[in-house]
């Protein structure tokens, strides 16, 4: 007969035991972490739907749908057509004069502020010269001013030249993007290789010819993420274009939108309110956002790896 032998637990065994339930407690405290970081991604995507939502069912409706029945819901009646036939047929079509205002100054502003930080950022990232860290500092210290404070003196600056109430007063100050030139910088240094560089000069490429065939094709992802930050910021710009132009035939989508809220508040005029501007004025509003959105939409995957830039060093 052969005896069992029975072997004591030892330290092995009860390392075993131990490495388990740590890594059980692990695992309860990442389905934690998770559920807490899913449940606070869910919370503010409502919190940032809600209001469009609301949006879209508002211009649905007329003016006693939208003030005597429930916000999240359609209201009697589907007015949506009737709406928009009256939001670009009012005043002989102002608003498509303001949507061809915004156009324009959305598509050359932002479209110059990033051609302008390509250049900028490329230089500042690729060339050494005398004042290039003071220049990068200043850079870097403008992005922490607003742009409201800068709106007045810009007026003041403007009157003196003759520009106001023309559509430069708006475009100049879009030209200039800080913080977009500080991101097609630090962009720059990740994604255009100096030996790369050296080898184009090495074949007798001249320095714009190297900037248009090689590296601006290596910037593309971050161009059109400066394009697309000051698309929306010029596109959503309503206190300088207030303050320095008074045409309403110059205005965009953004100050006139106001002009309407404020003749349905009863704020201009002679005080009575008008509630048939509501409705005028939310379904401006959505055709005011269909523009970004099939933006972001069409440059989304250049736009994502834009933003990505630096994020994993080689």
């Known amino acids: 007969m052969s005896a069992t032998r029975t072997r004591a637990p030892g330290r092995r065994d009860s390392g075993r035991r131990a490495l388990g339930r740590s890594g059980n407690g692990r695992r309860r405290g990442d389905r934690r972490g998770s559920a ?20 879209l069912l508002s211009s649905t409706k007329d003016s006693s749908s939208l003030f005597g029945g429930f916000g999240l819901w359609f209201g009697d009646g589907f007015h949506l057509f009737a709406n928009i036939h009256d939001v670009l047929t009012y005043d002989g079509g102002i608003y ?12 050359a502003g932002a479209g110059g502020a990033a051609v302008i930080a390509a250049l900028g950022g490329y230089a500042l990232s690729k060339y050494d010269f005398r004042g290039r860290r003071l220049l990068s500092a200043l850079v870097l210290g403008a992005i922490t001013i607003p742009g409201t404070a800068l709106a007045v003196p810009t007026y003041l600056l403007f009157a003196r030249i003759g520009i106001v109430n023309t559509p430069w007063a708006v475009l100049i100050p879009a030209l200039a993007s800080p913080f977009g030139l500080y991101l097609m910088r630090v962009y720059a240094d990740e994604a255009i290789p ?8 090495i074949d007798g490429a001249g320095e714009l010819r190297t900037f248009l065939t090689i590296s601006l094709r290596l910037l593309a992802p971050g161009f059109v993420t400066v394009l697309l930050f000051a698309l ?3 596109w959503n710009n309503y206190f300088l274009p207030l303050i320095v132009l008074s045409d309403p035939q110059w205005f965009p989508l953004t100050v006139g939108l106001a002009q309407w809220n404020g003749l349905a508040s009863g704020i201009a005029g ?15 509003s959505v055709l005011a956002v269909v ?15 834009g933003l990505a830039a630096g994020s994993v060093k080689q």
């Open 36 to 55: 807490a970081l899913t449940t606070a991604m869910t919370l503010m995507l409502v919190y940032t739907m809600l209001p469009l939502v609301w949006l």
């Open 194 to 201: 100096d030996s790369l560089l050296e080898a184009a000069r």
């Open 96 to 107: 498509l004069r303001w949507f061809a205002n915004t156009l324009l100054y959305a598509l």
């Open 291 to 305: 523009p970004l959105v099939v933006a972001f939409l069409l440059l989304q995957r250049f736009w994502r790896s």
């Open 232 to 234: 929306v910021a010029t």
């Open 270 to 284: 002679s005080g009575a309110m008008t509630t048939g501007f509501y409705p005028m004025v939310i379904t401006g």
